[in-house]
């Protein structure tokens, strides 16, 4: 696709993403910098005229989320500063979409935070994918397309041809949107119970509704910090007589340890999207990667050209899917 018009910029934790949704949408990335002084003050500056363009910033708020978030800000305020037509932010992930409530005294509900501040840094429109809630959509008062990694993972899934498929959620929370999973690849599902009774990042599976026994247990959430829940889901699943582990997250913000840990458990395969730069993942023989640019490209395409972008919620074009699964394979 050439289209001159498109103009993507990449803020400091998004210049490998941007750079694959530049290659799907046969453009050029834009130029800019960002530095950090040493006492941590963030400076940017655009390197070339962006007067009455329209802006697709890409900056996911990931592995550093309060210098990617404060970023992402100056970013919008340098680009509306120098006349750009509109802005619009590209974030693969929203770290701070966690803080979705108040569900205890006296503390923020971070989320809504976060989304009047890039609306007063001057965004006109948000592109994130697979929030932790869906309401966090009405935090905004711009528009928001959320997307989903739906249906890149449930492709990659079936290009496995695994046997005796179970789809798993973790949780009931997540239970709606594994039902969806479970629809896409025509599968039984299967809940786990899950309580987290601390902020400690530790969760207990409590039981596992639903039959797994003799089935290959795919698990399916959005995100891990930890990988704890998914390891201990695991264990749970093994000795209710699932005979293999594999599971499907939409963000890998896991660490070092967390690596560790799933590569010491029953899981077979961890597939996730490359929404985050996550460094950890590297060389993990279990920790297989599937690229969502080519989806965020589509919709900066759809976006651009004033189309609907709600067909990507479901399907998404083969050229999509062909681009985002190659690499499967591959190491991440």
């Not at 130029?31 to 963030?42: I, P, Y």
């Not at 949780?171 to 949107?177: E, L, N, T």
């Not at 795919?218 to 005979?243: H, N, P, Q, Y």
Request: hydrophobic share 45%; glycine share 6%.
């Amino acid at each position: 696709m050439k289209n001159a018009e498109i103009k993507v910029f990449a803020g400091s934790s998004g210049k490998s993403f941007a750079n694959k949704i530049c290659d799907y949408l046969d453009i050029e990335l834009g130029q800019s910098e960002a530095m950090t002084f040493s006492e941590g003050n963030t400076f940017v500056r655009i390197n070339e005229t962006v007067r009455g363009k329209d802006i697709y910033l890409v900056q996911s708020i990931g592995m550093n989320p309060n210098d990617d978030f404060v970023e992402i800000l100056f970013w919008v305020d340098a680009f509306k500063r120098a006349s750009a037509n509109s802005v619009t932010v590209i974030m693969p992930y929203f770290s701070y979409a966690k803080g979705d409530k108040k569900d205890e005294p006296r503390v923020s509900i971070r989320a809504r935070v976060c989304a009047e501040a890039i609306e007063l840094a001057g965004a006109d429109r948000v592109v994130t994918m697979d929030l932790h809630s869906h309401q966090i959509q009405g935090f905004f008062k711009k528009p928001v397309d959320h997307l989903f990694a739906l249906p890149v993972l449930s492709e990659a899934i079936l290009q496995m041809n695994l046997s005796d498929i179970v789809v798993v959620s973790p949780d009931a929370g997540f239970a709606k949107q594994a039902r969806k999973y479970a629809d896409y690849l025509g599968t039984s599902i299967a809940i786990g119970d899950k309580t987290r009774k601390h902020h400690n990042e530790r969760a207990e599976i409590l039981e596992i509704i639903g039959d797994v026994r003799g089935k290959t247990a795919v698990i399916i959430d959005d995100f891990s910090l930890t990988a704890g829940s998914i390891v201990e889901l695991s264990k749970c699943l093994i000795e209710r007589g699932a005979t293999r582990i594999i599971a499907c997250l939409s963000h890998l913000l896991i660490n070092e340890a967390a690596v560790r840990r799933i590569e010491a458990s029953a899981i077979e395969m961890v597939i996730g999207t490359d929404s985050v730069e996550n460094p950890h993942l590297i060389h993990s023989p279990k920790i297989k990667l599937v690229s969502v640019a080519p989806l965020f490209g589509e919709a900066i395409s759809q976006i651009h050209n004033q189309a609907s972008v709600s067909p990507l919620f479901e399907r998404v074009p083969n050229k999509v899917i062909a681009s985002s699964t190659a690499s499967l394979f591959s190491e991440p």
